[in-house]
């Protein structure tokens, strides 16, 4: 009767044991979930940022007033027989109050 009992401790020793500490215990599905967790929101970003950029390419490929506007903001080019005017201000360094 003594050498069940142990047994039986022993067993359930063992179990507690793989299911706080071991593989696959209850630390080790907690992390995982947080891992899948950042990975799905990770995904759900790169999703987007896709689908923006998809967008951008067939703006690109379809459509000349894109074009147009990435040159102009990115290039600084100008039409023909268009004026282009530049101002720089200029800042006033402060003066010091005591």
């Known amino acids: 009767m003594k050498f069940i009992s142990f ?3 022993t067993l ?8 706080w500490i071991g593989n696959g215990s209850l630390t080790d ?6 891992a899948k967790q950042a990975q799905l929101e990770e995904n759900e970003r790169l ?16 459509g000349f007033e894109a074009i147009e ?3 102009r903001s990115e290039l600084g080019l100008i039409k023909k027989d268009e004026k282009f ?14």
């Open 7 to 9: 047994l039986l401790i």
């Open 29 to 34: 599905v907690h992390h995982l979930q947080q």
């Open 47 to 62: 999703r987007e940022s896709n689908q923006s950029l998809t967008a951008e390419v067939h703006d690109l490929k379809h």
């Open 12 to 19: 359930l020793v063992l179990l507690q044991y793989r299911l």
């Open 85 to 98: 005017y530049h101002i720089i201000y200029q800042i006033e360094p402060e003066e010091n109050q005591e």
């Open 69 to 71: 506007e990435r040159a």
